[in-house]
């Protein structure tokens, strides 16, 4: 709520507008993440198995909490959200957290041969960090007061 809210108020025309599509994307993958994270918690704790809690932080962090903030990022940021660079990070990231996240799973529960993999997929993940990092720093300099002029 608060999000919205503040998007609204950042707006001169009085309609609120559309969430950008890239921001809707995201919210989206990171409820699955969200759920995904929920389940491997619950498989944890009725099994009292608990060598994958890292793949649970990094489902949840990676997945839902990170990708919460981008969808945030660009919902009150929409000058940054129809660039290319956001639609090509969107991808790169999300294909790389959904590598790394099932490859670290099953290293954490025994398989080793997935080292290899869950190590390109960090570095996936990585360059997608840094890409939001580079839509932060090119992101237009105005600032947005929500004041209309008086009448």
Request: proline share 5%; net charge positive; hydrophobic share 55%.
């Amino acid at each position: 709520m608060y999000f919205r809210v503040l998007y609204f108020t950042c707006t001169s025309s009085g309609e609120e507008p559309a969430m950008p599509a890239i921001s809707r994307m995201y919210f989206r993958v990171a409820v699955a993440f969200l759920i995904v994270g929920i389940l491997v918690g619950l498989h944890m704790s009725i099994s009292q198995n608990h060598q994958a809690v890292g793949a649970h932080a990094h489902i949840n962090l990676l997945g839902w909490v990170t990708m919460s903030i981008f969808g945030a990022y660009h919902a009150l940021n929409p000058e940054t959200a129809e660039t290319r660079l956001a639609k090509l990070q969107f991808y790169v990231y999300t294909v790389g957290v959904i590598v790394m996240a099932p490859s670290l799973y099953l290293l954490l529960t025994g398989s080793p041969a997935m080292e290899p993999i869950v190590a390109i997929a960090s570095i996936i993940v990585f360059v997608g960090v840094l890409m939001f990092g580079a839509i932060v720093l090119r992101a237009p300099k105005k600032v947005h007061t929500g004041l209309q002029p008086a009448e």
